[in-house]
């Protein structure tokens, strides 16, 4: 892969994260936090409010200037540009003419609409709104992918699989910042509350992941020689390694470190819970990234396999 590539797939990579970021910052807010805010005093609940709001739209405006970049890179990449120049007056075509600027262009739209969704944040139904219009313009990063080049019930199949994928890391992904800052302004008792409320919905957007990729796989990638024996296949693996990581993180902090910042011990737990889940978030930009990649190579079903074994 040329460095005009990477830079692509670095571009893409950076946008996803964000927005995935954006999305899990509402779903967080609308669906894990309230009763854990309610019980909260107004002055935490105020600073934990201000953290979401700080979060989403700094998230949002990555999302938005990274899409921006991305669309840029892309004109002067289709247009083999040797100048700025070039690449600006290309900007234009690819967005109005071609597939992958309409679905960029509304993309960018839905994370603007998501941003007046929210408004001041200061209602519940706001928030919600703010998420839906956040997941829709996940949900139309899929159109895409290797999905819509697909075709018959492949298509259908890879479609409604990778946007649950992508709803699932966002809400579980992207609840991990929120539920960084929630943990660091409440007492210990209290950020383990968030964090067992939190628990359901990661146990749920695992098993969603789970299924998900089982069908992508089984779709773009076929079997074992082209699992081992592709490049698409091997970055597959190295982001299941990844996702095994991000699961034995996710256990430390429901079974390790949540139960012990209700004893003696709190403060030094909370500490070790944060740790965790600012490891864990890395490890999730690590897999976000691997995705990223996988968009670029032709999936392992249209290569022929360098079988490993003799």
């Not at 669309?71 to 040797?82: C, D, I, K, T, Y």
């Not at 839906?132 to 075709?151: D, K, P, R, V, Y």
């Not at 003696?264 to 990223?292: M, N, P, Q, Y």
């Amino acid at each position: 892969m040329e460095a005009v590539e990477l830079g692509l797939t670095a571009a893409r990579g950076v946008q996803i994260a964000a927005s995935l970021s954006t999305f899990g910052a509402a779903v967080f807010w609308s669906v894990v936090a309230p009763p854990v805010l309610r019980a909260a005093e107004s002055v935490m609940r105020a600073r934990i409010e201000a953290g979401f709001r700080r979060l989403f739209r700094a998230s949002l405006a990555v999302a938005v200037v990274a899409a921006l970049i991305w669309l840029v890179a892309q004109a002067a990449f289709m247009a083999e540009a040797e100048s700025m120049a070039d690449a600006a007056a290309a900007v234009w075509p690819v967005l109005t003419d071609t597939h992958f600027g309409h679905i960029l262009g509304a993309r960018l739209l839905l994370l603007l609409l998501s941003a007046l969704a929210l408004g001041d944040s200061s209602k519940g139904a706001r928030r919600a709104l703010a998420a839906a219009t956040a997941g829709l313009a996940l949900i139309l990063q899929t159109w895409s992918t290797h999905a819509a080049a697909a075709e018959g019930i492949g298509r259908v199949v890879l479609l409604g699989a990778e946007s649950l994928h992508l709803l699932a890391a966002g809400a579980w992904l992207g609840s991990l910042a929120p539920l960084f800052i929630a943990v660091g302004v409440l007492e210990p008792d209290q950020g383990a509350r968030a964090a067992q409320r939190f628990s359901p919905l990661g146990m749920l957007c695992v098993a969603i992941l789970a299924g998900a990729a089982l069908a992508q796989g089984w779709i773009l990638i076929g079997g074992l020689p082209a699992l081992l024996g592709t490049d698409y296949g091997r970055v597959a693996l190295a982001k299941l390694a990844l996702l095994l990581v991000l699961l034995a993180f996710a256990a430390a902090n429901r079974f390790r470190y949540a139960p012990a910042m209700q004893g003696a011990g709190g403060a030094d737990a909370k500490r070790g819970l944060r740790w965790s889940i600012a490891i864990e978030t890395a490890v999730g930009l690590a897999a976000v990234f691997a995705a990223s990649l996988l968009a670029d190579l032709p999936p392992a079903f249209h290569q022929q396999p360098v079988w490993p074994f003799a």
